[in-house]
């Protein structure tokens, strides 16, 4: 079995606090799921502080944290691990998965709806009583430690016949529904987060509301916390407000040029 080292541990923790703005329970109901050992799923909008959310109970549980932004391609063997050849000997190698179990670290599997249905199919037995992760290729079954944590995300908006969370792998989970925040606090977050001033985030948070207005409508989604940050860190470092938001928002929603002829319209209107 592969000991984890204590410098493995600590290079996965995250050392200062995140700045999080909590917003309807999600910390007590994470903390709550957490102390009883239940896995939680976040569901919400691209860029809306589902990262940033786990970074910060990360931090406020003490624990290390493993991220894997999931894809098309990634396997159940890029999740739990691998022989690999090195130096004319064989080697075993952990992937995240059995890292984070070793470890008692919190699991984060990002928009986990991206990743092949057959690869999902290993976490059922973290996320339920067994709280186990069966290593295959080495005949090895560990037991998750009381401290170990399993979190997903996905983005429903994004929901499809191809792309759809399985009933057999979510309700497994505790959920928690994430959503941009209200306007005023939203442009409390852009604010401290870029150090631009207080007028133009909200200038900056008016404009994503009507962006957002137009989803369903030519957009997928509209801009995004996350964007709105960008901007407000290209406008504090001199670019000028059109500049910015034409390149981190309206450039980053769409390359459809009506919609973007139509976004660029909106940000003329605000700035």
């Known amino acids: 079995m592969n000991a984890p080292h204590r410098d493995d541990a600590a290079s996965l923790m995250i050392e ?5 703005q909590p917003l309807r329970g999600e910390v007590a109901m994470f903390e709550a799921a957490w102390n009883n050992r239940v896995p939680v799923l976040l569901k919400g909008p691209t860029g809306c502080g589902k990262t940033r959310f786990m970074e910060y109970m990360a931090w406020r549980l003490a624990r290390p944290l493993v991220t894997v932004a999931c894809h098309d391609d990634l396997t159940a063997a890029d999740l739990v691990g691998r022989f690999l050849i090195t130096a ?5 190698v952990d992937g995240p998965m059995a890292r984070a179990v070793r470890l008692g670290a919190i699991l984060y599997l990002d928009e986990i709806v991206e990743a092949r249905k057959d690869t999902t199919v290993v976490i059922h037995p973290l996320a339920d009583d067994r709280r186990t ?11 998750a430690p009381p401290e170990f944590m399993l979190a997903i ?3 429903p908006g994004y929901q499809s016949v191809m792309k759809e969370l399985k009933q057999s792998t979510r309700q497994r989970f505790v959920a928690i529904d994430f959503d941009y925040p209200p306007a005023e606090t939203e442009s ?3 604010a401290r987060e870029s150090g631009i001033g207080a007028d133009a985030a909200a200038r900056l948070v008016k404009l994503a509301h009507m962006t957002r207005n137009l989803k369903g409508n030519g957009l997928d989604e509209g801009a995004s916390t996350r964007l709105l940050v960008h901007a407000a860190k ?4 001199g670019v000028e407000p059109r500049a910015a938001c034409s390149g981190a928002i309206a450039l980053a929603l769409t390359d459809e040029p009506e919609m973007l002829s139509a976004v660029h319209e909106l940000v003329s ?3």
């Open 269 to 271: 209107a605000v700035f």
């Open 16 to 20: 200062r606090e995140p700045y999080y």
């Open 188 to 190: 409390l977050i852009v």
């Open 133 to 143: 992760l069966f290593v295959e290729k080495k005949g090895e079954v560990l037991k």
């Open 234 to 237: 290209l406008m504090a470092h």
């Open 153 to 155: 995300s996905y983005n």
């Open 88 to 92: 004319n000997e064989t080697v075993w």
